[in-house]
């Protein structure tokens, strides 16, 4: 049985919701107003999480910090705003931020797997998110056609400093010694 939720929620009604409130929808919180998105495909899933074991051995292996999936990252408790990336990398020295299951504050780097229904969502009002609470690095990619676009937070906005399609191999500046193609994930 799917829960009703309202479309206003302070951040804590929101973070008391059962973690399947939704059977539809996946949910965020955005300056209080509940966004409900189509719950993920299994393409979508597959790749974020084989993406997300990626980052985490490498991480793991050379004690860089900490990967995961799907995870509740709460950039501002004030203003209420808590988003949930596909794939989310914290540093060991900030390991901290990571609280009760949840992070609490910008990550290193966050990563959006989107389809054609949440492109603009994730590129523009997620992105002018993460820039506001200065995420460092955005990945984004699209399944159809198969790419993605890596961004380093400035001043500015974010910088587009490297863009791979499916089949090339992707070496991302956050991870110098890290080789992706995402068509091998």
């Known amino acids: 049985m799917a829960t009703v939720v309202p479309k206003r929620l302070s951040l804590a009604e929101f973070l008391a919701l059962p973690e399947q409130a939704s059977e539809t929808a996946h949910l965020e919180l955005l300056y209080g107003e ?26 793991r292996k050379h004690q860089l910090g900490r990967a995961s999936t799907d995870c509740l990252v709460v950039l501002d408790e004030a203003n209420e705003v808590a988003l949930a990336p596909d794939v989310v990398y914290v540093s060991a020295e ?54 993605l676009e890596e961004y380093q937070w400035s001043e ?4 587009l400093v490297g ?19 995402l068509t091998e994930l």
């Open 34 to 59: 509940v966004v409900e998105m189509a719950k993920p495909t299994w393409e979508h899933n597959y790749l974020a999480s084989a993406l997300m074991t990626a980052i985490a051995q490498h991480a």
């Open 94 to 147: 900030r390991v901290g931020v990571i609280q009760r299951g949840r992070v609490y504050g910008a990550p290193d780097l966050v990563v959006e797997v989107f389809s054609p229904s949440s492109e603009v969502y994730d590129r523009v009002r997620k992105m002018q998110v993460y820039h506001r609470y200065q995420v460092p690095w955005v990945w984004l990619i699209a399944l159809e056609p198969l790419h």
């Open 163 to 181: 863009a791979v399609a499916g089949d090339e191999p992707f070496h991302p500046r956050l991870f110098p010694e890290l080789s992706l193609t």
């Open 156 to 159: 500015q906005g974010y910088t």
